[in-house]
């Protein structure tokens, strides 16, 4: 898994355990739904650290809490 999809796969997880659609997490977190779909359908791959901060914030945790995870901890170099 790439961080791409990694990133993605922390946000769909983080969306079911909050019981939160898109719509909510648009809503909650001050980011249109067509940038969190572009994210998610990878249109936009490349997500910047305070779109990143501010969807950590529509889910009431940290960045650190969004990051520390098994799979972000495991993830192969970017640049070979």
Known sequence: MNT????KARILYLC????MSIHKLA???GISPSTI????YGNSQNPGIVTIKMLCDGLGISLIEFFDTQEFKNLEQEIK
Not at 16 to 19: H, I
Not at 37 to 40: A, E, P, R, T, W
């Open 4 to 7: 791409y999809q990694t990133v």
């Open 16 to 19: 079911e355990q909050k019981k």
């Open 27 to 29: 809503t909650e977190s």
């Open 37 to 40: 779909k572009s994210i998610l």
